[in-house]
């Protein structure tokens, strides 16, 4: 936790000098030398990367969000900054950048404020709540309508996909950071073999799919309610990969329960909004289950990386909801009794 306090400090630092830059500039600008703007900054809570984040609250202006890095950037070419102007372009309401520094590693942004999505599902209503996935699944929908319509090969996101060695090297995280590092599961040669063989399957087969623009990593977490619209954050990750991704890291998400009603559902929301039509609606629906399979073992490989590796074990009170949703998936399928075997074996809550 040392190294992570000094890590925010330096941040902290950096950040202060990007205010103390914005404002020496502000009162050039303005010939008011004697001109000092009242300044509040408030640690927020961050994601799992190792950026950390600030609320900047000045006199007589908006809040703002500053992104402190790691180390010095290159705006122009950060991720967040050339997915950031994708997305705008669809339009999907992103945060708007208010500025930055290469050097400070600092990016500005509009503040959003701190509601998630699924900070506002505890307060929702069943027909506001229906309304916002709605919303969001309506959002899925351009971004891979407006995805296709707007690809380029020159930019970022349609360079990268979730091609097979992508989902295996997910697949084998969950291996290396779930099974051995947090439930200490010693995998016999053998047991290795079995599970390579079942990963790669399904690897092959998500990635032989058609390929669309996806979040990646599109949940509860990272949309935000703002002025009652959801926007989008952490989408610089973004890639080309199956038109079931997004939707199932939305209604298989770890952070939120379903009902199979709702999920069923808000599946045929899906469909119907993106004109998916006859055989391929049944077709989908096991893909998107195969998506989910992966998916969920994906999130439990993050979750235990996060515990052992970051120190970070907040993230473990989303297992047992993880693995139910895994259970049902692969007890659904006769495809899959081998991988539910050979998971039990080691998941007891799996059996």
């Not at 407006?146 to 930019?155: A, C, D, Q, T, V």
Request: proline fraction near 3%; charged fraction near 25%.
């Amino acid at each position: 936790m040392t190294g992570s306090t000094t890590a925010g400090n330096d941040a902290a630092a950096r950040l202060q000098r990007y205010l103390d830059r914005s404002d020496e500039s502000l009162r050039a600008a303005s010939g008011d030398q004697t001109h000092v703007r009242r300044v509040v900054v408030t640690s927020l809570t961050g994601d799992a990367s190792d950026r950390h984040y600030f609320r900047v609250e000045r006199t007589g202006e908006p809040s703002q969000v500053a992104a402190v890095h790691a180390g010095p950037i290159a705006f122009e070419s950060l991720p967040f900054a050339i997915v950031g102007r994708l997305l705008a372009a669809m339009p999907v309401r992103v945060p708007r950048i208010l500025g930055h520094d290469d050097e400070l590693g600092v990016v500005a942004l509009e503040d959003l404020g701190d509601v998630t999505l699924q900070a506002h599902l505890t307060l929702a209503g069943a027909d506001e709540r229906g309304s916002l996935y709605r919303d969001a699944i309506d959002i899925i929908e351009t971004l891979q309508r407006r995805g296709r319509e707007l690809h380029s090969p020159l930019l970022l996101p349609y360079q990268l996909a979730f091609d097979a060695e992508k989902l295996m090297f997910e697949l084998r995280f969950f291996a290396t950071h779930f099974l051995e590092a947090h439930r200490g599961t010693v995998l016999s040669d053998d047991a290795r073999h079995n599970l390579e063989r079942e990963f790669s399957a399904i690897a092959d087969e998500l990635a032989s799919e058609p390929r669309v623009l996806c979040h990646r990593d599109y949940h509860s977490r990272n949309l935000m309610l703002h002025d009652r619209r959801l926007c989008v954050i952490d989408f610089q990750d973004a890639r080309m990969g199956p038109d079931t991704y997004d939707l199932v890291s939305l209604l298989r998400d770890a952070y939120v329960d379903f009902t199979s009603e709702q999920v069923d559902g808000l599946i045929e929301t899906f469909l119907t909004t993106a004109r998916i039509s006859g055989t391929a609606r049944t077709d989908f629906r096991r893909r998107f289950d195969l998506m989910a399979v992966q998916r969920t073992l994906k999130a439990l490989g993050t979750f235990g990386f996060q515990a052992t590796s970051r120190g970070n074990a907040s993230y473990l009170e989303n297992v047992p909801r993880t693995l139910a949703v895994l259970r049902r998936t692969i007890s659904a399928y006769p495809r899959f009794q081998s991988l539910h075997r050979q998971l039990a074996a080691f998941i007891p809550e799996l059996a």
